[in-house]
């Protein structure tokens, strides 16, 4: 059974358009998490929620918009691509915020052409 | 504002050996510390994660240290064999943010 997973797998897409991406734990974790990984392969967090609710939110554009129907899923909307946005994001979820151990999904692969 | 280091970049051995990665951090005020593979286009697995209060964890061939007031971890990995090939990454939380991650070091084991 996957703990964390991530639809799609892959993502390739025209800037321009707008695109979701889905991740789902079956941990029965409270907090989700969204984190970028640029093409260095440098880790960054964008956003966490704990029980529904944004509890972390980095500097990010607002063209990202995450949305979490219930604690778990957290899904990653993002509104007219840029060829920047082109990355690996990966979703994690832990049992609480901040100082438990984080699980990772296996990353969706975004490409804007 | 915290600052996570990974020394080396990148590391090549030769199978059987024992090995030692090295990760600090420039602030102290941490929750844990979070050992992680990645192998290549895949997802992050955790290895091993050392509490604050805590010195050091082991799994298997794995240990892994923690020197919260000097601002460092190892990750010490015994018999190294080609299995272990990937990129190792070292995480440390702290009050009001997530993981912050280091830039990783990429072990490869020759057979």
């Known amino acids: 059974d996957t703990a964390v997973s991530q639809t799609p797998k892959y993502l390739v897409t025209q800037m321009g358009n707008d695109k979701s991406i889905k991740c789902e734990q079956n941990?029965?974790?409270?907090?989700m998490y969204w984190y970028k990984q640029d093409s260095k392969k440098f880790l960054k967090i964008m956003f966490s929620?704990?029980?529904?609710?944004?509890?972390i939110n980095e500097t990010v554009p607002n063209r990202f918009s995450p949305k979490s129907p219930d604690k778990a899923h957290l899904n990653l909307h993002i509104n007219s691509l840029e060829l920047g946005d082109s990355a690996v994001y990966f979703c994690?979820?832990?049992?609480?915020?901040?100082?438990?151990?984080?699980?990772f999904g296996p990353g969706t692969r975004l490409t804007v052409t | 504002k915290q600052e996570v280091t990974q020394i080396p970049a990148a590391l090549s051995v030769p199978e059987g050996e024992n090995l030692v990665l090295n990760c600090s951090f420039t602030?102290?005020?941490?929750?844990?510390l979070q050992w992680f593979r990645q192998d290549p286009g895949k997802g992050l697995t955790s290895l091993l994660l050392?509490?604050?209060?805590?010195r050091e964890q082991t799994s298997g061939r794995l240990n892994a240290s923690l020197d919260k007031s000097s601002g460092r971890s190892t990750l010490y990995i015994a018999a190294s064999q080609p299995g272990d090939s990937a990129t190792y990454l070292c995480?440390?939380?702290?009050?009001?943010?997530?993981?912050?991650f280091g830039k990783g070091t990429t072990l490869s084991v020759s057979s």
């Open positions: 994690a979820s832990s049992l609480g915020p901040y100082s438990y151990e984080q699980y």
């Open positions: 602030d102290s005020a941490i929750y844990n």
């Open positions: 929620y704990n029980n529904k609710e944004l509890i």
């Open positions: 995480a440390v939380s702290q009050a009001g943010t997530a993981l912050i």
């Open positions: 941990l029965g974790h409270d907090t």
């Open positions: 050392i509490q604050s209060s805590q």
